[in-house]
């Protein structure tokens, strides 16, 4: 049954948990970006799999887990050194969407959220550095977080720009997302497990398509009766795409200051699309670099100022339902574009951002996602568990 997901980099592996705890009875796969002790972790990629060699520890996510009980089943499936959104992977094939048959699963944590999807593991670990947790989640129709920046330990990770790069996490409901985090969130006050203030996102809704607007806006008064509070908002004062360029400008120095090395001397085949971005990263300048690096910080400021410590944001995740497989060209890049401005907000920030999963055109699935302030994961977790999830559950059935 696994393998007719094609979910799996080796779906054999298998690591007993190391003690009992609140996890004890549940099992979990892993992205094959993370060291696993006598494994050698794949990063998608055949020639990074032939130059390097097994890890002699457990990643610090993955140890915390086997602590509380966990047994981790499997690794699975990610695009290329984590360096996409699609979830295709030339050499070994792409995960198959249980969701959305014929359709692309998103990446890069494109084989952790099949495996969530389809059923075949309780709860999943990703990486999100610039959507690979929050892309694929939604096209299959699971919750996922993308935690504040730092807040989960990821060493034993194979970075891929460091500063932008989180340990997230996907599950089918989110009372299991919460119980995973608060394993593996640092120390976190919940704050009562509410937000007063509510705020909707202008600027990210009308990147949307009909379809995906009308599907999320039935929710949008369940949500509204959450908060004391409610209000419309512009995000980016001087537009997402100034946003979206400084982040993609960061994310590709890092990238390239990261992998140089190793692909200059090893000269890796890499698949359609990750080519081209690792020669686009290879040409961008550190010296001008600063307007980005500026960006980035007004950005952080205007969100800080914007949500504080008890507000919520409302935002789509995906602009539409997922793209068809196998697509090429202008009309798949347009999309990479129209995602990269929705997902740039919180990486830039650096904010929690969860998932929730509802229904969209043809019966695929989108979603919608919630950014807290920093630090305010936990609390996010326990209010889309113990409010949002119920409420649209209701609406949706």
Partial sequence: MKQSWNAYANERLAVEPLAEGSLSGRTFAVKDVFDIAGHTPGAGNPDWLRTHGPSAHHAAVIDRLLRNGARLEGTTITDELMYSINGENAHYG?????KAPG??????SSGSAVAVSAGLTDFAIGTDTGGSIRVPSAYCGIYGIRPTHGAVDA???IPLAPSFDTVGWMAKGGQTLLDVGRVLLGPQESGGAVFPRMMFAQDLWTLTDGHSSAAASRYFQALRELAKSHEDVIVAPNGLQEWMDAFRIIQGLEIWRVHQEWITREQPSFGPGIAERFAWASTLKWEESGAAYRVREEARNTMNELLGNDAVLVV???????PLLHLTG???EQRRVQTLKMSCVAGL???PQVTVPITGELGCPIGISFIAGQGQDLRLLEWVANSVEARMKLLSD
């Fill in 94 to 98: 792409t995960p198959m969407n249980p």
């Fill in 316 to 322: 789509p995740t995906v602009p539409a339902i997922a």
């Fill in 155 to 157: 060493s034993g990770l």
């Fill in 330 to 332: 202008p009309e798949i």
């Fill in 349 to 351: 920030a650096g904010l």
């Fill in 103 to 108: 359709r692309i699963p998103g990446g890069s």
